[in-house]
């Protein structure tokens, strides 16, 4: 049989996502542009990243993913989006980001973008932890 897949161009619909700690999850999407005759796979996967200041940790503030498959099926939609689950928690934090990838195995694609940056917004006040705090006394 005769396969035919010429270059696809995959990309993060936005480069950047923004979400409340609360939230609970954050919606990436990945587009697909270009002609192709058999099923495209990528990888999304989380970046994990202990160094850098006021980065959110895996475990911690979200769920470290490694095997979110995007699967893009011939005449199917363009559009792959998956859910990254955020962890809440009662601590008061400064904004936090993550970083998220795409991969391929198939040669013929080629990444428009492959890093999308995810923004915590702490959902923690000052408040809260003085009401909490004069309830125990
Ligand atoms: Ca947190
Ligand atoms: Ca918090």
Not at 3 to 21: G, K, M, S
Not at 75 to 84: H, K, Q
Not at 88 to 111: G, K, M, P, Q
Request: glycine share 4%; aromatic share 8%.
């Amino acid at each position: 049989m005769f396969v035919c897949l010429l270059v696809v161009e995959v990309e993060f619909a936005q480069p950047t996502y923004t979400a409340n700690e609360a939230d609970g999850s954050v919606q990436l999407c990945v587009n697909l542009t270009g002609e192709f005759e058999i099923d495209v796979e990528a990888l999304l996967f989380t970046v994990d990243d202990l160094s850098t200041v006021n980065r959110a940790q895996p475990d911690s503030d979200y769920e470290r993913s490694s095997d979110r498959i995007l699967i893009f099926s011939t005449g199917g939609v363009r559009t792959r989006c998956e859910n990254i689950e955020l962890i809440a928690d009662l601590t008061l934090e400064n904004e936090e980001s993550f970083l998220v990838n795409i991969s391929s195995d198939i040669d013929a694609v080629r990444f428009l973008s492959k890093t999308a940056e995810v923004i915590i917004r702490d959902s923690d006040s000052k408040s809260i932890h003085l009401i909490e705090f004069l309830g125990r006394v």
